[in-house]
Structures are given as structure tokens and as C-alpha cells.
């Protein structure tokens, strides 16, 4: 297996605790995975209210879906304001940008008080699901 | 204990056309509905609802599935001399409530 | 509607945990089509007369108010004598059917229904003449984020 | 003539001017406010508000002898008006308690001390009538929660427990319902959270329910652990929004979408 292989496989393995080793300013620069994320798969993620959550809070350049929320910025435009490095970071863990976001975390499972039962120790996201947002994003430019 | 809320006005003009309105408790399952153990709950629906106006039928209607729990039901009557509504529910599991009120002509 | 699209029909029913009142059990378009032509047969449904009041806009399909008004001069000569309503996407496209006589005074009635999903519903007033006379509302249905039951 | 007729002008000034600015100092806003036409009909209207069927139901347990000692609320309370005003001032401090209870948790209260019957089970349909008719004998009363010194601390209790974060999603009470009221999540305005209207009939539940069983909702919609049947923290922040909900009317039995 190649290094850059090896670093791979260490990164998809690594907790999300490990996250913090990897931000560098204000992004994530590599994959969660070592892979690049799938746009559709991402487009699909956050249109779902029961899986990305993200238009309770966005709206987004997501016609079929007429519900959407305006608690926090449009996605739209998102993919032109930030570097895949940074959407990174902000999905991960925004906090760490802003202590008072009210966007969850995730890909965060250690400092949350109280969680469910059937969540705890799981992050909202997976890290695969969170690149497939990740690559979604970026192609929104406009 | 009764489990319906009737209400019309207690006179009326002869002649004149009241409204009257029913609620009554039922839970109208659909039998679409898992319970919390998973399993379907049976249907279990109020399936017709009529109405007499000194023994006579005046209104009847068929519910489905997709009456709302808690069936909310207005029309109108001809109070054509001072008398009494009958009110009657039926459905699922031998359901069976019947209900009364009078009103008197002015 | 046919046995074979009946029986397609039933097979689709999928039964979700939670959400709608329905789950995603629903009737068609097609189903409604159907249910309307058994009971007006093959006399024409004019629009008209009819006024179908519905929020167009309702945060839970649970309990949707809904009154149906229809003109007429409730005489022994000209009455209507029965209201019917229909939905594309219940489990059954017949929501409820209603008679009356010119005991009612005024051809009103009010209810509350479920609808599992935003859709076009239908009210068809016969007369005692026998025509038919029809209103139809579209309902858009949302659905609140924090629903009871965690997903 | 001309004195008095400044008076009077003076008066209707003043009349005005204490309106607009009781007016102008209190934006809150109960749900009711922002439901549909439709709904606020439904609640409006006694022959129509699916509630009243409880109140209905709690007026007939309130005459019924129960219990070991065989008696009914009627019996020591006399007829209902005699809750007015009861429900806008809890949660209270029971006698010879030092912790506050809510509205269903006196009726229990009452049911085991001095009817010598069990307690109702939360949540159930004689409870929650019983506190439907308690409360919609306060239809239409100011909210007024006691100047009791006790209850300082549970109530400040109840507005930490608003204000923290918990869940999966890390949200607090405060974020969605002080901070982003009126915003729209998935379309729909978030509601200020008043408990103007309680026990409501919640059309998503199609039937009434309690501030806890909406307290449970909420925690669960950010995925975190619910608070156990008859836990305190119920209580506090009944307290908690209660005092914030000061002066508000009370319309139970609500309807909320």
C-alpha cells in the first residue's frame, strides 16, 4: 500500500475526536475519508429532512423541496463563498469558528450534554456523508 | 360519562334554518398506523353519523378514513315546530352512541 | 376502478413508523377519477355552485377543516340531496358523502378530515333534479421538523 | 365647562397613551397568533374546539365520589368556578411542601391525600381533563405567577435548563424559541413557546396533552434524552415559562397545530 494510501486508511478510521489534528486556519483541507465526496449522494443528504436536517435551518437551490427554512444563510452561492476545505470545517464542527452557531455539529460526538439514547456516540453525519456534502456544496457557485 | 358535545340553540324562529354542530370522542384509527410495539392498530372508525328531527331522518352521513379523530360535524335543520334532535353515531366494534337535544320555536 | 388497479394499489401501501396520518399509504389521482364516475355515472359534472372551503395552506394534515356550501334553494322542488368528497393521495379516495332533504334549509356542512399528503380534493353536490355540480381545492400540507416521535 | 372638558380631554389622552404603551412594551406573541384563520376558529369556538370534549369530560370527574374516603372534588371544592384563577398562578408550593408542583401534579396531590385514590397516570385522559376544566375556569385571566421567594430558585433553575445546549443537535430552548422566534424552520414560523394554552389539543397528536408531553417533544426533536415521568425539570420550566409568560391571557383548552 502506497503512503498516501496508508494516511487514507488511518484518516477513514480515525474518530471524530481525531478531527482537530487535522484543521489548519479555518478549514479542513483533506477528506474525512481520503476520498472525494459525491455530489448527488450530497444533494440528496441535504435535501433530506430526516437525514442532513439542513433546509429546516437553509433554504437551497433545491426546488422539490418547498419547505425550507431561513434561520440561517442560503446554501446557494455556498460552493463560491468557501473552499471544500472550509464547508469542511463549518460541517464538522462549527463551533470552533463561532462558540454561538446554532448549526449542530456533525461530526462531532464529545462535549454534548444529554444526548438520546439511540444517539449517543454516533455523529449526525458519517464521514463519507459529510465529504458527499462537502462535494455537493462546492459545485453550488452561483 | 358522556363523550359528545352537541350544540344548537335552545329557540329558534319557525322556519328558520340552525346550525348544528357535534364532537365527539373517537380515536378514528386508521389501521395504517403502527402502535408502539410495531404492530399495526386494528382500524377502528366511526363509519356513519344521522340525524332525526322528531323521529324523522334529516341528515345522514358516511365517514371514511380520513375523518378526523375526534369527528367534528355542523349542518343545518328547519326548525319547523319545537322538537328534538337525535343524534346517532356507529361504527367499528359495535360502536354505538345516540344523543339528544331539544329546540323549542319561539 | 378496476380489481387489477385496486389490487396494484393496495400492493404500493407502504406503512412508515411515524409521519402523516397515513404513512405513505395513498389513492391516486386515477382512483379518484373512478370513485367520482360510480357515483355520477355518465352525467356531466359542471363546476359551479359549490363553494369548497379548505385552508390552502394547513402545518399538520391531521384535523384539516373543511365546509362545503352549495346553492340552492332547498325547496321540495329544487334541493340538493347529497354532497360528496373526494381526495387524490388517502388510503380511499371517498372522504365523505352526505344527504340531505329540505329539512336541512340550507345545503351546508362542515367536518374535519386527515390528508397524508398535499393534494387536490373535490366536492360534488348532486340535485334533486339530478345534475351535478362540482368545486375542487388544492391543500398544500407541511409537515412540522419536530415531530413526537425522534427519527 | 372648559376644565372639565380638559379633563376629559386629558383623560382620553392619558387612556390612549397607557394603551399604545402597553401595546408598544409587550411584543409577545401567543401561538394562537400565528395559527391559520381556520384554527383560531377552532379554538375560539366552544362547540367547535375539540378540547372543550375534555373539559366536558373533567367537568363530569370533578362531581364524582372516588377514592377511599368516597369523595369528589365537588365535595370539598364545591362547583368548579371555584378553580378560577387557580391555573395562572401554578406552578405552586403545595402546603407543607417544599417543591413546587404543576397543575396535574395538585390534582394528583388531591387524589392520593385526600380522596385516598391513586394517582391519575400522566398523561392520561382523566388527568388531563380534570386539568383542562381546572384551567378553562382561568380562560381569559392574566397569567400570574406567586411572588412566592421560594420559588426563586426553581425558577431560575427552569430558565438554565432553557438556556442549555443538549442533544445531538447541541440546541438550546432559547436558540429556536427567544432568539430565532418568528423565523421560519422547514417553512413553518417558530412559535415564542407561551404556555398560553395548556392542556392544548395538538391536531399532530389528535388529542390533548400536557406542557410535558410538548416539553418531550422538542427534546426529542434535538435528540436529547427526555426527562423521566415526573421529573422536576418539568416543573422548573413550567415555572420558568410561566413568569415569562407573565400578563399573557390563558385560552385553554388551546389548539395547536
Redesign the interface.
Known sequence: MSRPGLLAAALALAAPAAVAQQIVGDAIPASLTGQPGDAARGRAIVAN??VG?C???HSGPIAEE??????APSLAGAGSRWSEGQLRLRIVDG?RLNADT?M??YYRTGG????????QD?T?LSAAQVEDVVAYLATLKD | MSNVLVNAPKTAKRGSSVEIKALILHPMETGFRPGPNGRIIPRNIIERFTATWNGTEIFDMEMSLAIAANPFVSFFAVVSESGTVGLRWTGDEGFVVEEQIAIAVE | MDRRRFLAGTAAIVVLPFGPPFGTASATPEAMAAAIRKVVGDTAVREGRVSLDLPPLVENGSTVPLVVSVESPMTVDDYIKAIHVFNEKNPQPGVFTVRLSPRNGRAVVGTRIKLGDSQKIVAIAETSGGQFWSASADVIVTLAACLEEAT | MTALRLGIGLAIIFAASYALAQGAADKRRSGTQDMSDALQKMQEDDAANPGMLFVQLGGQLWGKATGAAGKSCADCHGDGTSMKGVAVRYPAIPKDADAPVDLEGRINLCRTANQQADSFPPESRELLALAAYVAHQSRGLPIAPPDDPRLVAFRARGQDLWKARQGQLNLSCAICHDDNAGRKLAGVAIPEAHPTGYPIYRLEWQTLGSLKRRLRNCLAGIRAETYADGAPEYVMLDLFLMDRARGMMLESPGVRP
Not at chain 1, 454534548?112 to 444517539?119: E, Y
Open positions: 429532512r430526516g436536517l433546509l429546516l435551518c418547498r419547505f425550507q427554512g431561513d434561520l463551533a446554532i449542530p455539529p454534548l450534554q444529554r444526548v438520546a439514547r439511540n444517539f454516533k449526525i
